[in-house]
């Protein structure tokens, strides 16, 4: 289980940077989820994350990462998104739009 600034609606995850701030390092999260989930069975790497930030302000799942954005994970890696109203699948989904935007 892993957290993320924001992730866009094909799964890509940003976990480094809102803007121009920087947040966090990438850390382990893109070895754990290449070695630690896709090399062991049955790995999974589920990414949660409140749906919205800034006093409800600004929505963490966003059509597609902006220029400033830092490209932490890939879709294709990032087997589940899970927010405070569900989840949404994403592995096996790689280029596809998989999360619905409100």
């Known amino acids: 289980m892993n957290s993320a600034v924001e992730v866009d609606s094909f799964g890509q995850v940003n976990s480094e940077r809102i803007g121009v ?3 966090a390092g990438a850390g382990d999260l893109p070895i754990f989820a290449r070695e630690g989930v896709l090399c062991s069975e049955p790995g999974r790497l589920f990414i949660c994350l409140r749906a919205t930030a800034a006093l409800n302000k600004r929505s963490r799942i966003v059509p597609t990462l902006d220029s400033q954005a830092l490209f932490t994970l890939p879709g294709y890696l990032a087997d589940a998104i899970i927010t405070e109203h569900g989840a949404v699948e994403c592995m096996g989904t790689a280029g596809r ?5 409100a």
């Open 97 to 101: 739009q998989v999360l619905t935007l």
């Open 21 to 23: 701030a920087f947040q």
